[in-house]
């Protein structure tokens, strides 16, 4: 009796151990061997999203105005082969949507790489953009992240959803460019 008892105590512990060490080992793929953004409260997925349309809109207004600007100066609407001049069957492809695409492009490259280190609508969120040592971005690495959304969107938007289900609060985009979006100190 006395030997069932010791074994079965010693195989619990046994489990414990692997437990711990799973947990250990998942947490470490999670985060990376040279990670550290410990310290950081992750950012929200909803607050990102939030802030997400805040930039859109933003955006938005910018490219509108840039088009108005362009059609008081042409006198005409100006469809995207005119503005590049690409020959392309982009006929019916306004010049709306086409400064929309640049100007958003731009925007969601460039701010991170600014001190604000985030798009105004994270800013606004208290949110920051940061490199798996705690970095701001650089132009390399905003670029891929940018890219990655883009990933993330094609892929039926689960790039989008990883970010509510992982630990870290990271979406497939901040995964390829080895990043975090956290709330400032």
Do not use: C
Not at 80 to 101: C, K, M, P, R, V
């Amino acid at each position: 009796m006395e030997d069932k008892i010791r074994k079965e105590v010693e195989g619990r512990v046994e489990d414990r151990k692997d437990e711990q060490l799973d947990k250990s080992s998942d947490e470490n793929l999670d985060a990376g061997s040279d990670d550290q953004s410990e310290g950081y409260r992750y950012g929200k997925m909803y607050h990102r999203g939030a802030a997400y349309l805040l930039d859109l809109v933003l955006v938005g207004v910018v490219a509108m105005v840039v088009n108005a600007g362009l059609f008081l100066v042409t006198g005409k609407p100006i469809v995207a082969e005119e503005l590049y001049s690409l020959g392309t069957s982009y006929d019916e492809t306004t010049s709306f949507e086409a400064i929309f695409l640049l100007l958003n492009a731009l925007y969601f490259v460039l701010m991170p790489t600014t001190s604000f280190q985030a798009t105004f609508g994270k800013h606004l969120f208290g949110m920051k953009i940061i490199d798996l040592q705690g970095e701001p971005l650089t132009l390399g690495r905003s670029l891929g992240r940018y890219v990655g959304t883009m990933l993330s969107a094609l892929i039926f938007y689960i790039g989008f959803l990883m970010i509510g289900l992982t630990k870290n609060k990271r979406g497939l985009h901040d995964m390829l460019a080895k990043t975090y979006v956290v709330y400032r100190k």
